[in-house]
T-cell receptor
Framework: DSGVTQTPKHLITATGQRVTLRCSPR?????VYWYQQSLDQGLQFLIQ???????AKGNILERFSAQQFPDLHSELNLSSLELGDSALYFC??????????FGPGTRLTVT | AQSVTQPDIHITVSEGASLELRCNYS??????LFWYVQSPGQGLQLLLK??????LVQGIKGFEAEFKRSQSSFNLRKPSVHWSDAAEYFC????????????FGAGTILRVKS
């Protein structure tokens, strides 16, 4: 158990819909990272937050957004969903150094 | 551009045999290097990390990895594989200059035959 929690574990929704994925980092970790794992793209970095501020952006679509709240939990919002958005979404946290601990992931299926 | 290459998509070894998984990277900054393991339906577990210093690093579950700067490699090794090691292994690279985001290789699926 990494100490990072993600909810929900599974999510099934239809094209065009909007979903929110939630992540709680390890106690004391200020950084939260979001990654997408798909069969065709592999593991891709989406976005990073540090203590509530956006720190780095990767291959994140404009339909996707994220935020980190004062209690340090983070949410990833995916809108206008397409079939190609079906993937495993991971959250990771770190205490500031590079070592990241991953949550169990949310499996999103868009039908 | 930063990239990580894991040249072997699948590897099959016999239980008790030694294992080496290859990882090469291309990075414009001084990298941090990691190996993660993912069991089916599970998240990513950190096996070991290299930040600086001794180029041979020890990790959990009996794994070790050696950083070779001249070859831009960070290969993972285990002297004797157990059936429970069957999983997918990912090499990853990060750097403070890039905000510590991780760039992952495509992964190597390890099969263990008894």
């Amino acid at each position: 158990d990494s100490g990072v929690t993600q909810t929900p574990k599974h999510l099934i929704t239809a094209t065009g819909q909007r979903v929110t994925l939630r992540c709680s980092p390890r106690s004391g970790d200020l950084s939260v990272y979001w990654y997408q794992q798909s069969l065709d793209q592999g593991l891709q970095f989406l976005i990073q937050y540090y203590n509530g501020e956006e720190r780095a952006k990767g291959n994140i679509l404009e339909r996707f957004s994220a935020q980190q709240f004062p209690d340090l939990h983070s949410e990833l919002n995916l809108s206008s969903l397409e079939l190609g958005d079906s993937a495993l979404y991971f959250c990771a946290s770190s205490a500031g150094e590079a070592e990241q601990y991953f949550g169990p992931g949310t499996r999103l299926t868009v039908t | 551009a930063q990239s990580v290459t894991q040249p072997d998509i699948h590897i099959t070894v016999s239980e008790g045999a030694s294992l080496e998984l290859r990882c090469n990277y291309s990075y414009g900054a001084t990298p941090y290097l990691f190996w993660y393991v993912q069991s089916p339906g599970q998240g990513l577990q950190l096996l070991l990390k290299y930040f600086s210093g001794d180029t041979l690093v020890q990790g959990i579950k009996g794994f070790e990895a050696e950083f070779k700067r001249s070859q831009s490699s960070f290969n993972l090794r285990k002297p004797s594989v157990h059936w429970s090691d069957a999983a997918e292994y990912f090499c990853a690279v990060g750097a403070e200059e890039y905000g510590n985001k991780l760039v992952f290789g495509a992964g190597t699926i390890l099969r263990v035959k008894s």
